[in-house]
């Protein structure tokens, strides 16, 4: 859909909208923003192809750059919903952190009934997603209070997969054995970049929160190498003893006895073993080599060794089998699977069709919105049942059914990172290959990005490592 905004140098506020609502259609948004006595007002004319349009209208009493973007996007909103004769359950809310709207209502003295209020009204936000939006915010509300200036998390990323999902669109490279070669490269440069990096002034004098080494399928490094990279991560950083250490080993096919072992060797108190289904044939479908089986055996098998924290994530409206399935009853049973195995954490992802992925190309069907939407219901429903309640969540362009994906914990096994990574709550320390580090003052975010791909990193980390140095 092409936009246009007049009056106003906000275009991405227009554009995130038309994207949200419209993401496969044609057709053109018009928006006019004035100021006058009453405020700020946006007038929004949206025209689809077979010649229907809609023509909203928004003002917000207090005019201001958050209040001329809020007004832009209802008056979007409200045009849509005319169009479609629907309404959508997160109203009109388009980033990728709603629940850091509901901190924002909170820090500002609202009570949790208020911020709820606020979202519905203001927000459009149904009921529901209201009250996943206070529980997250009030999460992220009780860690921020917590936190001092000074506190930091580190995130240090291995981009390499046993095959490439898919649906994937995240810089991670498939890696069999051949190419031993490339990772050890790769391990070189990072313990490179984690030691010569602290050298500097930007990230000395941090109070290290949190560990999380993610992927990617951090499993892919040999027990030697993953020693090595922690070792350079603690002789460069002071890391408290008994701080929340997470490895998100990844796929089954990846993780044997001796690498959880060497993961719990490092101290590592978290892991991840992610199936994103247990249904054999999607897992086919999907790119993955590994079977429902290795899946139990290997969350087993971490239970074993020692793990007292184990996440798993689960993908709602992954490719159809077939042309005569809608993936409904593939997924209930896949969160019958997890939940029977009672993990301490479950990540429920929508799936997001991503233009980066291979779907496309090997033109695969997917389920439609309604379905998905059924699908997470049944989730929520299980998930609650058995006592885990929503922690974080984050929303994505082109999810399907323009939902989100949310963290679910037992009580008490929340992911420190998670919440400090997804909120902004503090500073993030990034290492590795498209690695974005976050310096925040509470107010203005300085990002220090690394190259994407792993090449372009190896080639390039003296030039990372002097970034972050801040020369």
């Not at 009030?138 to 506190?151: G, P, Q, W």
């Not at 390499?160 to 069999?176: D, E, L, Q, T």
């Amino acid at each position: 859909m092409k936009t246009q905004l007049v009056g106003s140098p906000h275009l991405y506020s227009l554009e995130q909208s038309a994207i949200t609502f419209f993401p496969d259609t044609e057709g053109e948004a018009v928006c006019t923003v004035t100021h006058d006595e009453r405020g700020v007002t946006a007038r929004t004319i949206i025209t689809l192809p077979e010649g229907k349009s809609a023509c909203r209208e928004c003002t917000e009493a207090v005019d201001t750059q958050r209040n001329e973007q809020k007004a832009i996007k209802l008056s979007f909103y409200d045009a849509a919903c005319e169009l479609r004769n629907m309404k959508e359950p997160w109203g009109a809310l388009t980033g990728v952190r709603p629940a850091k709207l509901a901190r924002s209502l909170l820090e500002s003295g609202l009570t949790k009934n208020q911020t709820r209020d606020t979202l519905k009204k203001e927000y459009r936000l149904s009921a529901e997603k209201a009250e996943l939006c206070v529980t997250a915010g009030l999460k992220a509300y009780n860690i921020k209070r917590k936190l001092r200036e000074r506190d930091a998390c580190i995130y240090i990323g291995i981009p390499f997969c046993p095959s490439r999902c898919v649906y994937c669109s995240f810089i991670s490279v498939a890696a069999g054995k051949n190419d031993e070669g490339k990772i050890e490269e790769y391990v070189q440069a990072l313990c490179r970049e984690i030691r010569e990096s602290a050298e500097g002034s930007l990230f000395s004098g941090r109070t290290i929160k949190a560990v999380y080494i993610g992927g990617g399928t951090p499993a892919m490094l040999s027990p030697a190498q993953l020693i090595r990279v922690v070792a350079a991560l603690k002789s460069a950083y002071n890391i408290p003893e008994g701080i929340e250490f997470t490895i998100e080993a990844g796929r089954p096919d990846a993780i044997t006895k001796e690498k959880l072992h060497a993961i719990k060797l490092v101290e590592a108190d978290r892991l991840s073993v992610n199936p994103q289904t247990t249904d054999d044939e999607v897992l086919i479908k999907i790119g993955r080599h590994h079977t429902s089986k290795e899946i139990v055996d290997t969350y087993h098998e971490a239970k074993k060794v020692g793990f007292g924290s184990i996440n798993m994530d689960i993908i709602a409206g992954l490719p159809l089998k077939n042309e005569d399935d809608d993936g409904l009853e593939s997924f209930c049973r896949t969160i019958d699977d997890v939940v029977s195995l009672a993990p301490e954490n479950i990540t429920v992802h929508t799936f997001a069709l991503k233009r980066g992925s291979f779907l496309n190309e090997y033109h695969l069907s997917i389920p439609d919105s309604e379905t998905v939407y059924k699908m997470l219901e049944y989730a929520e429903e299980n998930l609650k049942a058995q006592g885990y309640e929503p922690y974080y969540l984050y929303r994505q362009k082109y999810m399907t059914g323009n939902m989100e994906n949310i963290g679910w914990t037992k009580r008490g096994y929340e992911s420190l990172y998670n919440i400090c990574m997804m909120e902004e709550l503090c500073d993030i320390i990034s290492f590795g290959a498209g690695g974005v580090s976050k310096l925040t003052d509470g107010r203005k975010i300085k990002r220090i990005t690394n190259h994407k791909y792993p090449k372009e990193y190896i080639y390039n980390i003296d030039e990372m490592i002097k970034r972050k140095r801040g020369e």
